[in-house]
Nanobody, 129 residues
Framework: HVQLVESGGGEVQAGGSLRLSCVVS????????IGWIRQVPGEEREEVAA????????YYNDSVKGRFIISQDKGENAVYLQMNGLKPEDTARYYC???????????????????????WGQGTQVTVS
């Protein structure tokens, strides 16, 4: 049974920081692509950042480069998103999304058709005022 459990959202003033966590359980492979996708009601979802847990590959949306850092803790099966310099436009519900692949897979993780087949967390709200 695959499960993604997120935590760490909240409300913060512009310029502040938050750290999101996603703990993944139930995957057979250890080399997967896990990341964060955010969505504002009425708008298209937006890929924020992702990491290939079998190597060093990462993806960042241009809008968060230099402010957000994605990392992993293999022992905890967790992926973290450190969000610094938050802006009001970062306000959204953030979903952890994971693709079990056993190979480099960031291109697939970014594919919106494949995203519908991935495993998703329940989402955590981030509000920046």
């Amino acid at each position: 049974h695959v499960q993604l459990v997120e935590s760490g959202g909240g409300e913060v003033q512009a310029g502040g920081s938050l750290r999101l966590s996603c703990v993944v359980s139930g995957y057979f492979y250890t080399k997967n692509c896990i990341g964060w996708i955010r969505q504002v009601p009425g708008e298209e979802r937006e890929e924020v950042a992702a990491i290939y847990t079998g190597g060093a590959d990462t993806y960042y949306n241009d809008s968060v480069k230099g402010r957000f850092i994605i990392s992993q803790d293999k022992g905890e099966n967790a992926v973290y998103l450190q969000m610094n310099g938050l802006k009001p436009e970062d306000t959204a519900r953030y979903y952890c999304a994971a693709l079990q692949a056993n190979n480099p897979c960031l291109d697939m993780w970014l594919d919106k058709k494949i995203q519908s087949l991935m495993d998703w967390g329940q989402g955590t709200q981030v509000t920046v005022s």
